[in-house]
């Protein structure tokens, strides 16, 4: 299901609500219908009961009158004229109409819809009455009747219209309103979905975006816990192969000076042994003594030849330094934060540096790319190593906010990193560029080169 095609939920709640209210409507409408219906029945049914009564109470009256009798009926209906919500006619015996009451004035010429009339106009009997040889009948109008409920309809509709529009417009701020978290929210996700998750969402007024954003956080800090466990047990890897590296450095010094040193000495204590040797044939007891010393020198020289294989078995094929130790560390670095560009310059240093100062370097870079991730709010850095003037020279530099107008003694782990560099009797400088960001420098002296001898 392509997901960008589904309703959305705003959707679905508007949907849900305008049915909602149509069924409702539709209900009232029924119900309405039903009153109105009965309303009118009642209404007419009584005005004819009323007319009724009149009428059986005029007509004998009148028949009392002897031959006048008829003239004196019509010229009381006609004087009365139309009976409220009735019509009024009366016949002779061959069924001819002699009269009709007046069509009503009330809202004359207006008629509502036929379709309105036979929902709600009630079928009411005609009423008919003897009058010595005059029929009169009384037929029942519900027209008038049915054209108020037509208006009061329309009044009503017009409302009901007003009515819903208020409520569609407070229903789609409210639900704006609830559903506003829901971008913060999708936002948090996506940065969490690249790796990032520095990012913790507010506690929100709704209780089930609230339990939401609570459940986010906690797995949020979980992963970032994770992550930062991840990290340093890399940069500590980088650091063992650091160190590693120096090791093997020194294990093939050391192996130099075995094979220069010792080894020549072992050689030429050999040749003197032979040469004595060759000197004292006549002479048994020092040629002996000779002997000796030469069998003894091809035993050390044995010696000294295993520890040699020993040294550089170990040291062989294991060319990392210090310099790829901060390049693969900035590789590490980038990848866990893809939002800042890192760019590495990295100039080779030699193979005189100690192990306490390649500690130093590395741990220096490694504490200020993590105060950049967690202070800076940076989108660029830069790493610079070299030899400037008879020292290294390591600098990091980010576009962030700087250490801003009164920084802390302590801020970003400088006392850790000051006193690192003061032991080997470096110094630490802060710069601060007018257009922001930071430039963390650190000048350290280089160590003296070792010459050694070789064979």
Known sequence: MNILRSPSLHGRLSLVLTTLIAVMMAIGAGVWLRETRQAIHEEVEAATRVAEQWLKVLVPETLAD??????RLLDHLGAVGRVRANRLEVFDTQGRRLYVSPESPYKAGRHAPEWFAGWVGPELAQRRLEAGGLAVVLTPDTSRAVLDAWDHLGAALGWAVALLLAIWLATRFAIDRALAPIDEIHGALERGASGQFDQRLPEYATRELALLARSYNRLADSLDESLAENARLEQDQALARALQARLEQERRAIARELHDELGQGITAVRSIAGAIIQRTTAQPGLNGSAQAILAMTTQMQDGVHAILQRLRSRAADSQVRIEEAIESYCALWASHHGDIRIECRIEPLGEQLTDALGLTILRMVQESL?????????????????????????????????????????RHGLVGMRERIAELHGQLELCSSPSGGLNVRARLPLPAPRHLPRA
């Not at 991730?373 to 850095?381: D, G, L, N, Y």
């Open 370 to 410: 993590t105060n950049v991730a967690r202070h800076a709010r940076a989108t660029s850095v830069e790493v610079r190593l070299g030899v400037r003037g008879g020292q290294i020279e390591v600098e990091i530099i980010d576009n962030g906010r700087g250490l801003g107008e009164n920084p802390a003694p302590g």
């Open 66 to 71: 002897g031959p006048l009798a008829h003239e």
